[in-house]
């Protein structure tokens, strides 16, 4: 487990919060991508997350929360917008492989 980094986006949501919570509790090195700094992210990292700024249509800013990644978990809402933050999110990840 010490060398697998797993990024979580939508990390302070429904579905990615408890995500991050288990995988830390389980020993995983997490990464939290988040839209934005607030109380959610700061329970998170209290949690032992590390916490990266990003946003699902900015393939700069996923490209960015990959680095060292070695697992994703896609915890995107069944929204507007799913399929290209989809196609972001497969895009950086593929580009992430050396």
Same mark, same amino acid.
């Given at each position: ?17 408890p ?9 995983? *090195? ?6 934005? /700094? @607030?109380?959610? =992210?700061? &329970?998170?990292?209290?949690?032992? *997350? ?6 699902? /249509? @900015?393939?700069? =800013?996923? &490209?960015?929360?990959?680095k ?10 069944p929204?507007e ?14 580009d992430?492989?050396?």
């Amino acid at each position: 487990m010490a060398d697998t980094q797993i990024l979580v986006t939508g990390a302070t949501g429904k579905t990615g919060a408890p995500v991050v919570d288990m995988l830390a509790r389980r020993g995983f *090195a997490v990464r939290a991508m988040v839209h934005q /700094l @607030d109380e959610r =992210s700061d &329970r998170l990292q209290a949690h032992g *997350a590390e916490i990266v700024v990003g946003d699902f /249509l @900015d393939l700069a =800013s996923l &490209r960015g929360a990959m680095k060292d990644i070695t697992r994703v978990y896609f915890c995107h809402p069944p929204l507007e917008g799913l399929l290209e933050a989809t196609i972001h999110v497969a895009v950086a990840a593929r580009d992430a492989v050396p």
